[in-house]
């Protein structure tokens, strides 16, 4: 089975500043997506990034990008530029990609990051 | 279009009591998930459904949690007989469908909060 590890419960960072989200994982499979998601107070979850394991060009998407380590099996979240609306929970999450059946297109999260951005 | 919505959004049951929780995907959506979020934790995966198949259960945590979507659009989640460890968020997420080396946005719900008392 596969673990999300995320060994920040709580960060903070200054408004314009950067700021680095932690996330290591655990799994045998060769092929799978990681993913950056979301969750403002109001508790509706929003994709952020992702990024596929046969990949090794780190996505990137505007302000966030992520540095991916596949053999460290690490996958962080850097935020430039940080805005009062970044503050939210940020979750990792993981889901298979090279078998089929339902319970491989499950999400698989960590414990979260809450982030909290100083004016 | 509209998101995927949940209801009711919040939701108080006394131990012993039967809830439903409903979700309503996104029109189109194939692929349906239900997940429970314990306050502090990230959720984790209790069932999924293609269409009106429920292809995993393996995460419901009991024989007390029965999920079905009959006509492939609308999904509830009901829980029998509540237990205070039932207390969490329960999330539900569409996306278009979901295959091996297929990967589609998973669209999550506001979520409902039960608490059981």
């Known amino acids: 089975a596969q673990t999300v590890t995320q060994s920040q419960p709580e960060m903070s960072v200054q408004e314009a500043e950067t700021v680095t989200l932690s996330c290591t994982y655990d799994?045998?499979?060769?092929?799978?997506?990681l993913f950056w998601y979301k969750q403002p107070p109001s508790r509706q979850m929003i994709l952020v990034i992702r990024q596929e394991a046969y990949k090794q060009q780190n996505a990137t998407e505007n302000r966030f990008s992520v540095n991916f380590q596949k053999a460290a099996k690490s996958f962080s979240l850097k935020i430039s530029d940080s805005q009062l609306g970044d503050a939210a929970m940020y979750f990792c999450?993981?889901?298979?990609?090279?078998?089929?059946?339902?319970?491989?297109?499950?999400?698989?999260f960590g414990k979260g990051t809450l982030l909290t951005v100083n004016p | 279009g509209a998101g995927v919505s949940q209801s009711p959004r919040y939701k108080v049951a006394k131990r012993g009591q039967d809830v439903a929780l409903r979700c309503d995907p996104i029109?189109?959506?194939?692929?349906l998930f239900w997940y429970q979020q314990a306050l502090g934790q990230g959720p984790e995966f209790l069932t999924y459904?293609?269409?009106?198949?429920?292809?995993?259960k393996s995460g419901l945590p009991s024989d007390r949690f029965f999920a079905e979507r009959p006509e492939g659009s609308v999904s509830t989640l009901k829980i029998q007989r509540t237990q205070q460890e039932d207390s969490a968020v329960y999330l539900c997420?569409?996306?278009?469908?979901?295959?091996?080396?297929?990967?589609?946005?998973?669209?999550f719900g506001p979520g409902t909060r039960l608490t059981v008392l």
């Open positions: 459904f293609q269409n009106e198949a429920q292809l995993d």
């Open positions: 997420a569409s996306s278009l469908w979901e295959g091996v080396r297929v990967l589609n946005e998973q669209f």
């Open positions: 029109s189109g959506h194939v692929s």
């Open positions: 999450a993981y889901r298979s990609a090279n078998r089929s059946g339902g319970s491989n297109y499950k999400l698989t």
């Open positions: 799994t045998s499979e060769s092929d799978y997506y």
